[in-house]
T-cell receptor, first 114, second 109 residues
Framework: IAGITQAPTSQILAAGRRMTLRCTQD?????MYWYRQDLGLGLRLIHY???????GKGEVPDGYSVSRANTDDFPLTLASAVPSQTSVYFC?????????????FGPGTRLTVL | GQNIDQPTEMTATEGAIVQINCTYQ??????LFWYQQHAGEAPTFLSY??LDGLEEKGRFSSFLSRSKGYSYLLLKELQMKDSASYLC??????????WGAGTKLIIKP
C-alpha cells in the first residue's frame, strides 16, 4: 500500500441498505477526513478525525457515521442509504503536527443509491 | 457565512498563459491551497500560500493578498494535460478546509 486506498471503487446500492466505505492510509498521518463531491459544489466535509480515538462532525454529517479505532483506518458508514447520498466520496489524510496541513486524497468511491 | 468564489469554467489555448482567480470570505484565515483534479480522479496538491505574495513552482505560480481576500493560480506554457479542474481551498480559524466549487479549465490546441 502506498498512500491512501479506498474500497469499493464504485457501488450501486438500494435505498434503505447499510453500506460501509473503507479508507486506509499508510503514511501514519494523525488526521483523516471524509468528503463528498457533487457536481457544481465544492468538496463538503462529512466527518473528520484529528487523531485515533476521536472524531468530529463536518458540514454535512447527517446520515453518516465514522469510527477511528487506529491510525490507519477510517471507515464511513451509511446506516440507511437514501438517493440524496448518491455522490463521489473521497477520503483524505494529513499530518497536523506541522504548520502546513496538506491533505492527501484517496482515489474515491462512486456511490449510487437507487 | 463562509464563501469561496471561483469561475466555473475557463478556456485557453495550448502554449498560452491563464490566470484562475479565487476570492474568499471566511471565519479566520490560516492559509490557502490550490489543488488540481483531473476528471474522474482525486484532487492533488499544487500549492500553499499563507503570506502575501507570489510563490513560483515551475510552470505554476500562486499569488495571495490577504487584505483583499484574493488569490490566483497562474499557469504558463499550457499543455493539453493541464485540462482539469482547479480547486481553491481556505484554511479557516478551526483549521478546517473550506473548498470552492472549482474551475474547469479547457485547453484547446
Amino acid at each position: 500500500i502506498a498512500g491512501i486506498t479506498q474500497a469499493p471503487t464504485s457501488q450501486i446500492l438500494a435505498a434503505g441498505r447499510r453500506m460501509t466505505l473503507r479508507c486506509t492510509q499508510d503514511m501514519r498521518h494523525n488526521a483523516m477526513y471524509w468528503y463528498r463531491q457533487d457536481l457544481g459544489l465544492g468538496l463538503r466535509l462529512i466527518h473528520y478525525s484529528n487523531t485515533a480515538g476521536t472524531t468530529g462532525k463536518g458540514e454535512v454529517p447527517d446520515g453518516y457515521s465514522v469510527s477511528r479505532a487506529n491510525t490507519d483506518d477510517f471507515p464511513l458508514t451509511l446506516a440507511s442509504a437514501v438517493p440524496s447520498q448518491t455522490s463521489v466520496y473521497f477520503c483524505a489524510s494529513s499530518d497536523n503536527s506541522g504548520s502546513v496541513h496538506t491533505q492527501y486524497f484517496g482515489p474515491g468511491t462512486r456511490l449510487t443509491v437507487l | 457565512g463562509q464563501n469561496i468564489d471561483q469561475p466555473t469554467e475557463m478556456t485557453a489555448t495550448e502554449g498560452a498563459i491563464v490566470q484562475i482567480n479565487c476570492t474568499y470570505q471566511t471565519s479566520g484565515f490560516n492559509g490557502l491551497f490550490w489543488y488540481q483534479q483531473h476528471a474522474g480522479e482525486a484532487p492533488t496538491f499544487l500549492s500553499y500560500n499563507v503570506l502575501d505574495g507570489l510563490e513560483e513552482k515551475g510552470r505554476f505560480s500562486s499569488f495571495l493578498s490577504r487584505s483583499k481576500g484574493y488569490s490566483y493560480l497562474l499557469l504558463k506554457e499550457l499543455q493539453m494535460k493541464d485540462s482539469a479542474s482547479y480547486l481553491c481551498a481556505v484554511v479557516d480559524s478551526n483549521y478546517q478546509l473550506i473548498w470552492g466549487a472549482g474551475t474547469k479549465l479547457i485547453i484547446k490546441p
